[in-house]
């Protein structure tokens, strides 16, 4: 309780309360404060502070934790004492998030673990360390991390770019389709005038033959700005060497991403480039049950950006064809 007795708006007997309420329910004081009493986290982060005199950190998923620093500590022991190993820098400081850094014990812990440093201690609010210990350590070190949601959501987003610019592709060569096939009426108007007017069989009024002349001419002009509008701003669109690429790009992706290398059954090669990219493809889109130690959240990110890697590829066939 003694580090927020300075944080404003609070008073003894507010906080008073929320530590008894806090003690009753076996939570943290500093979610009781936060959720009921609506404090801001900023305003409990500069408390916090101030009472130990050192940095402050918040969780974030975003934090390049190396690999060497999640495989020792367990996750009980952590969330016992209250801290979690965040950054390594070049000089080779550990900075540790802590609920005390003040802690002897927890100190000695942590140079139990690491060695004898050196390190930075910064103080934490106790939802955050909880926080990193469930994102950082529910799967073996290297292989399926908390950072890897921010790596697919930009896959993600990069593939959407991907599909809007083939989209943007698709709605300009429609609209050249569509200006072609009013010049191709226009023509049709046009031969159909001068039909008219070499026939010796069939006779017609002057005016009726010049009025469908007017027509073909109208349609011509009409549609023939928009046609070379959209030639002159689509010179190369996407051929097949771009699905190569951009289902090469996508396959890299979910190589580094996952690892299914027994989905089902082999499949007989085909003979053309993209036909093998398309079922090399589909051996990936897989349900993945978590496992207990896991997180769902991770395993449905992983999910999404196969799908919408399928749907990038899809596109392309379709602009393409």
Not at 10 to 32: C, S, T, Y
Not at 86 to 105: L, Q, Y
Not at 145 to 162: D, V
Request: aromatic content about 8%; glycine content about 6%; hydrophobic content about 45%.
């Amino acid at each position: 309780m003694a580090p927020f007795r300075a944080a404003p708006p609070l008073g003894a007997g507010i906080l008073a309360q929320a530590a008894e309420a806090a003690a009753l329910r076996n939570v943290p004081l500093a979610r009781i404060l936060h959720e009921e009493y609506q404090v801001p986290r900023e305003t409990l982060l500069a408390a916090l502070r101030d009472h130990y005199r050192c940095a402050s950190i918040e969780y974030d998923e975003r934090l390049p934790i190396p690999p060497e620093l999640l495989i020792d500590p367990p996750g009980n022991l952590l969330a016992a004492s209250g801290w979690f190993p965040v950054i390594k820098d070049a000089g080779g400081t550990i900075v540790i998030a802590a609920r005390d850094p003040s802690d002897s014990a927890m100190r000695a812990e942590v140079a139990g673990i690491f060695g004898p440093g050196p390190y930075e201690f910064r103080v934490a609010l106790p939802d955050d360390i909880s926080w990193f210990i469930q994102d950082f350590l529910h799967a073996k070190p290297g292989l399926l991390i908390g950072t890897e949601r921010t790596g697919l959501a930009f896959w993600r987003n990069t593939m959407a770019q991907w599909r809007t610019r083939l989209a943007c592709y698709r709605t300009d060569l429609a609209r050249a389709r569509t200006a072609l096939a009013f010049i191709g009426t226009g023509l049709a108007f046009v031969v159909i005038f001068w039909t008219l007017l070499n026939s010796k069989s069939f006779a017609a009024r002057p005016s009726l033959v010049y009025m469908v002349l007017a027509v073909g001419l109208l349609l011509i002009s009409g549609a023939l700005p928009t046609y070379l509008k959209v030639r002159r701003s689509r010179m190369t669109p996407p051929r097949h060497q771009t699905l190569v690429e951009v289902s090469a790009a996508t396959l890299s992706f979910l190589e580094d991403y996952q690892d299914l290398k027994h989905t089902g059954p082999k499949k007989k090669t085909k003979e053309t480039m993209l036909a093998r990219l398309g079922d090399l493809l589909g051996s990936y889109c897989t349900i993945i049950y978590p496992a207990p130690s896991s997180r769902e959240r991770t395993h449905l990110a992983r999910e999404r950006n196969v799908l919408a890697a399928q749907r990038t590829i899809a596109g392309c066939y379709r602009t393409i064809t």
